[in-house]
């Protein structure tokens, strides 16, 4: 018997449109799942075109007539350090419905995405009154000076794997710069930023600034990104939609940030603290049951080592206990849908007929719950040509490569179309820093992995993507700089 909701409910959803709470034009909804139960939570309202045409509208109109970019940075900020400190103190009904939706064990929807989320809000409303041009030498007669001035509507698709996390990582730096927003959450998990909606209203954010509608991709989301009302979109998900967005909105011209998806590497050299790395190495792959855009799906590990890493690696998965995802002991959930887990099972079967050794787990885990749940999975021996060693997985699937040496280990850990994410494992200060400068990827991480902090910027190079999100640079993503001359003669 699954535990109760403590916190939350699961009252029907409505859109968030101009500040209101409203139907879907067409009547339509949906129901998530409980990836944990593969039962249906509550109805939600279906944003189709036409819904999104409002959302858009609203948007609008609050850019370009309402208070929002007209205010003071510093009262935008305090409206959303309001927003910030409501967050917090919901933590655990926002965690709840995470845990529901998103099928992530309580322990981190509460400890990590929860507080990280809120902790992104904080962090860029104090930016809100600090985002400046800058004044520049004068030419003869003139005298320069640039403006930032925000990007206009931002409408933001996200994906189910950290459905509030990702969402505020776009919200935090648009509303503080004073864009407006249309919010489109993954059709999957929509609850957690439906409340934050609801948040943003009791913080005192107008009406029209930011707008939440759930609804399917090629429906609501390719809306989004063809409206002309529509300045900016902020995507994050898959590299194929990612591509599809690129080719939709270049009929519009429209400023573009993609985070996309990865495989990135995990580079243990025979020096490392091999206890501290088969830690970190277990952590990137099986964190969020390895539904993470930057999770450490290939560990690259030093020929001679492999054996006693993959025993460590080993030792740690059989400890992540799987089970109910509202109980505080739970360390891995389940994939998001059925679909995911027959996904990530046929690159399973790949693995084996590639000829990769599989050292631990491979198989459905119906001990755990009615869910879909897959028992943490280890193939040793892999080889970089191999498709579970460049396709994205997305799923608990450790691939370890053994190199030779560190030419060997740069080729492989730069063998594939991604560059999101990195990690370098050694007690060599000079090998660390040399690796993390040759890798071609948006972070890396040496003698850690999966660590972030609102001020440190994340992206990715080749396939996954541009832009770079957190951190101050993420504010230059939305804002537009202007130049402006006076004659002085
Ligand atoms: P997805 O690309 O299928 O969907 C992401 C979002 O795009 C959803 O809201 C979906 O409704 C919407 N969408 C789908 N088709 C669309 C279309 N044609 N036009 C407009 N919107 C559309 O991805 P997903 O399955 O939800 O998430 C998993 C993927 O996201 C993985 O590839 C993962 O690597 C990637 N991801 C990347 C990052 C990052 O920061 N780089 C972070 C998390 C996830």
Known sequence: MPLALAHANLNPRKLLIDGSWVDARSGKTFRPTNPATAEPLCEVAQADAEDIGLA???????????????????????????????????????????????????????????PMAAEVIQYYAGWASKVTGETLPPRGESFIYTLREPTGVVGAIVPWNFPLLLAMWKVGPALATGCTMVLKPSETTPLSVLKVGELALEAGVPAGVLNVVPGPGRTAGNALVEHPGVDKIAFTGSTAVGQDIMRRAAGTV???????????????????????????????????????????????????????????????????????????????????????LESVLSYVKRGKEEGAKLA????????????????????????????????????????????DDLDDALRKANGVRYGLAAGVWTRDVKKAHRVAHAIRAGTVWVNSYNVYDPGAPFGGYKQSGFGRELGKIALDGYTESKTVWIDLG
């Open 56 to 114: 858009v509208a609203a948007a609008r109109r609050a850019f370009d007539e309402g208070p929002w970019p007209r205010m003071s940075g510093a009262e935008r900020g305090r409206i959303l350090f309001r927003l910030s400190e409501l967050m917090y103190a919901r933590a655990k009904e926002i965690a709840e419905l995470e845990t529901i939706d998103a099928g992530k064990p309580i322990s981190e929807s509460l400890n990590v995405d929860v």
């Open 254 to 340: 429209k400023r573009l940030s993609l985070e996309l998806g990865g495989k990135s590497p995990n580079v243990v050299f025979a020096d490392a603290d091999l206890d501290a790395a088969a830690r970190g190495a277990v952590a990137g792959i099986f964190y969020n049951k390895g539904e993470v855009c930057a999770a450490g799906s290939r560990v690259l590990v030093e020929r001679k080592a492999q054996e006693e890493l993959v025993e460590k690696m080993k030792a740690r998965a059989a400890k992540l206990t799987q089970g109910d995802t509202l109980d505080p002991k739970t360390r891995l959930g389940p994939q998001i849908s059925e679909a995911q």
């Open 360 to 403: 631990l787990g491979g198989e459905r885990n119906q001990a755990a719950g009615k869910g879909y749940f897959l028992q943490p999975t280890i193939f040793m021996d892999a080889k970089n040509e191999m498709t579970i060693a460049q396709e994205e997985i997305f799923g608990p699937v450790a691939t370890v490569i053994p190199f």
